[in-house]
């Protein structure tokens, strides 16, 4: 006959191995899952441009105004984000000024071309992170500020 410690060992390594067993095939099929969320984003008003002298499956989401410039080919400046923690507060809409101030360091900005980019992180409970943007075209900053 087989003592307590014996028969808890064989039920304790059993369970461990039907865990390890059930999270490879949670792992596997994360690669035949493919998010695909969608966006749409529309710029209402601009206020104002200052000149300034100096582990759920969570969703973040932000966005950036992308341009280009003679030193970096790529720029950006964010000017909203925020997270969605489920799916029931997936579709949303907001109506505020911009989270963060878009600020002009001299006067290199003005009447210059811009994007619009959305840019979101699909945070899942397990597995890959994913990644994607909507690019918007077709801004363009003041040729004078206030």
Known sequence: MHSFVYRANAVLTFAVT???LMCAIASFSDNLNSPSPSADVQVLNINWFQKSTQGNDEVFVFLA???ETPQ?????VSLWDGIIPSKEHAKFGIHATNKYRFTDQGSNLR???YNLT???HVMPKTGKMFADKI???GF???EEYR
């Open 72 to 76: 970096n080919s790529l720029n950006q």
């Open 65 to 67: 105004a992308e341009y």
């Open 18 to 20: 039907v865990l390890a």
């Open 140 to 142: 363009r900053l003041p």
């Open 135 to 137: 690019v918007m075209t």
């Open 111 to 113: 009447g210059k071309q």
């Open 118 to 120: 959305l840019h979101w």
